[in-house]
């Protein structure tokens, strides 16, 4: 998957779904579905003088939504188990998402502090942009074309914070278009990211399927969106130690979700990830990682949707 040199990873133990609890309180959600909670180390990683930990903290199962999106654009691999071949597009979108997170403590509340839809907003778009788009260049992949949107409008999201305008205020916004694995196993797909000032955000890959052409909000195809938020507590210089870092939390996250998605009826994964840097804490994210088989809007939907304390599960992966 990765080519990192990781000093000592640990994958855990296959998962054990339990602590079931029905009634999952969100739209997004298949009609009886189930939040089960099972808080889990997923890797842990130690580079130079990084460490990053990763832990499962809950899954929606209901629909086998994951399987059949997985099945849909894993086109070329015509094989029985293709969320196990999927799972290193996710841990790739995941890396990356981390990368990306560790570019500044401040950025995104700096880049528009004053609500003003200028070049500074812009530039940080593009700044972003660049980050995500190396990252890819770096695994192999292919890119059709970039796009970096105006902050415009307020997006509209679907979390406790949606009332917030202060929450809607879009820091970065861009797209990846035509975006093709190394190995063209998988459809291409459009990469849409979205983030805000209060460190949310989303990033949706959306496959093409053959003979599809519609690109919109309400994109009707599979696909899979990542909501994320960031919980920066301490700048860390950018690095090569910090990239690799990413890349191995990023890819056990990915084995482990693939390894999810083919044994139970799983719909979406929600996690933490923990960067440290010598004694600073310096990134904490969390990750709902919703399966779409047909259309998905672009709003961001709440990480702590299964009734966990997000914000703490995340800080408990730092030092």
């Known amino acids: ?3 990192s040199t990781i000093i000592s990873l640990l994958v855990a133990a296959p998962v054990l779904l339990a602590h079931a609890e029905t009634n999952v309180p969100d739209a997004a959600s298949a009609p009886g579905s189930v939040c089960n909670t099972q808080i889990q180390p997923v890797g842990r990683s130690t580079i130079g003088q990084f460490t990053g930990n990763a832990a499962l903290d809950a899954v929606i199962t209901g629909g086998s939504l994951a399987h059949n999106v997985c099945g849909r654009v894993n086109h070329g691999a015509r094989s029985d188990h293709p969320c196990l071949a999927y799972a290193d597009v996710v841990g790739q979108m995941v890396a990356g998402l981390i ?6 403590s401040s950025g995104f509340t700096k880049a528009v502090a004053s609500r003003r839809r200028s070049a500074d907003a812009t530039d940080h778009s593009t700044t972003l942009l660049n980050i995500f788009a190396d990252h890819l260049f770096e695994q192999g992949y292919a890119v059709g074309g970039v796009e970096v949107h105006p902050q415009t409008d307020q997006e509209r999201r ?3 914070t949606a009332e917030s305008s202060a929450s809607n205020t879009v820091a970065a916004s861009f797209a990846l278009r035509d975006v093709v694995h190394p190995n063209q196993t998988f459809t291409a797909a459009d990469l849409l990211l979205t983030t805000y000032v209060d460190g949310t955000g989303t990033l949706l890959v959306k496959h093409q399927l053959p003979g599809q052409t519609k ?5 009707d195809g599979p696909g899979f ?3 994320y938020r960031y919980e920066v507590l301490a700048d860390a210089a950018r690095n090569q130690n910090i990239v690799a870092i990413a890349n191995a ?3 056990a996250i990915g084995n482990q979700w693939g390894f999810v998605a083919e044994n139970t009826a799983m719909d979406q994964w929600i996690g933490a990830v923990g960067i440290d840097y010598i004694l600073l804490q310096a990134l904490g994210v969390g990750f709902r990682i919703i399966a779409e ?3 998905f809007g672009e709003e961001y939907e709440d990480i702590g949707i299964c009734g966990n304390d997000m914000a703490s599960r995340i800080r408990e992966q730092l030092k």
């Open 249 to 251: 939390v990023g890819s």
């Open 293 to 295: 088989t047909n259309g």
């Open 158 to 160: 679907r979390d406790s």
């Open 99 to 104: 990368a990306m997170g560790t570019y500044s």
């Open 215 to 219: 690109r919109s909000a309400n994109h």
């Open 1 to 3: 998957m990765f080519t």
């Open 225 to 227: 969106k990542y909501n």
